[in-house]
Nanobody, 123 residues
Framework: QVQLVESGGGLVQAGGSLRLSCAAS????????MAWFRQAPGKEREFVAS????????RYADSVKGRFTISRDNAKNTVYLQMNSLKPEDTAVYYC????????????????WGQGTQVTVSS
């Protein structure tokens, strides 16, 4: 069993930055691909970024490429999402997810989810 706890959300003006953190329980964190998804009001949950369990691959949604950076610290069982140049359309609840040795590009592939953290970008 893996528990994921996100933090770092908040209210920021357009053009600003936030860093989200996701702390995971368990001793096998390094064997999980970690990802961030987001869900805006009235919309489906969508993929934002992932960091492979092998440590060799990161992927991003086209909408955040060049602005967001995903990273992980296996010693701290934590994955991060650095969000720069934020836009009002980035407003959403951001969820951390984990998949055992997978690719984690789709919501249905996740084995575990965090509770989410709200990010609001004002114009």
């Amino acid at each position: 069993q893996v528990q994921l706890v996100e933090s770092g959300g908040g209210l920021v003006q357009a053009g600003g930055s936030l860093r989200l953190s996701c702390a995971a329980s368990g001793r096998t964190f390094s064997s999980y691909t970690m990802a961030w998804f987001r869900q805006a009001p009235g919309k489906e949950r969508e993929f934002v970024a992932s960091f492979s369990w092998t440590g060799s691959s990161t992927r991003y949604a086209d909408s955040v490429k060049g602005r967001f950076t995903i990273s992980r610290d296996n010693a701290k069982n934590t994955v991060y999402l650095q969000m720069n140049s934020l836009k009002p359309e980035d407003t959403a609840v951001y969820y951390c997810a984990a998949q055992w040795m997978g690719r984690l590009l789709r919501t249905e592939w996740a084995d575990y989810w965090g509770q989410g953290t709200q990010v609001t970008v004002s114009s």
